[in-house]
């Protein structure tokens, strides 16, 4: 046996699975699976990270000055109050790294993301699961899940894979209710999908103990870039960029993200088809035996009959091309988490489901 140990928690974390991206024997699949922008990226960030090819021996800016002023226009937030990451993905790590270690415990929600486990693990840290009231996030119960070595509790709001959200009151009552010695992180990945939605930050602006994470992997259609960013008081934000990488984001990415963040045109134009087709869908869904809670998001949760039904429509959807998410490792068994696609994409997926349950 090797001597080699990983530090205590590491061996405990489960590898992330990502959304399905082929069917062997298949050369064209439908991809919906990873809540991606059917529509791709805004033709103005393609041409932006095409434009830096040249500069590629140019080792990228450090403080991502450009993009948070990017962001900091678009949403009339500080830039000061911004850092950039790999993805919110290395947001959500930065915050375990610093915030909590052996002993501390990390809160999350009984159907959340599960990058919040796998981040509390790796940074030594104890996962706690707090139960949801049917598929929603339960303040009460997240109050009440709090100890003295609670040091972060994580939200998505609206939340992965549930679809769901809690209002601006609830998010509020939660952050008043945490100690002054515990970080609240408001995970925005789907911010924009909820109209009239903030993604908290107004709450970060108030408080001295809220984060708010967000992402252009979704409505921006740039994951395959990895860009994500935090909002937080300047003394979080001088905390995370002391373990931040200082080249964590490449020329590309940047350029890319800067002009994804400026073309609201394309933005707007991706919402309300998302909004159109997300109706459209529920409804189609819902007439032939499948419901959905009501979706805040690009993708709906749709509930089978039981788990067979699930693993059945999940092989039947598959031999059609079709690549939608199962959510067993969500707690979600009998449930199927379908992405939002193009007007085609949702016409093929409700054919496909109207056989299958025919
Ligand atoms: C997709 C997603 C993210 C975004 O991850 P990135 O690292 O920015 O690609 C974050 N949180 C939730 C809940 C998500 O679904």
Redesign the pocket.
Known sequence: MTQIAAQPGIMEIALYKGGKSHVDGLHEVIKLSS?ENPFGPSPKAIAAYQAVGPDLHRYPSTDHADLRAAIGARYDLDPEQIICG?????I?TFLCQAFAGPGDEVLHTEHG?S?YKISALAAGATPVEVKERDRVTDVDALLAGVTDKTRLVFI?NP??PTTTMIGGNEVARLADGLPDNCLLVL?G??AEFAEGYDGGAALVQSRENVVM?R????LHGL?GL???WGYAPEAIIDVLNRVRGPFNLSNGALAAAEAAIQDTEFSEKCLAENARLRAWLASELAAIGLPSDTSQTNFLLVRMADHAEALAADEFLQSKGILIRRVESYKLPNFLRITVGTQSECEKLVAALKEFKS
């Open positions: 809540n790999v993805g919110s993905d290395e959500i993301f990058m998505a939340n992965n995970d990945a789907y994470t992402t252009f992997s979704k994951g990895r860009v994500g």
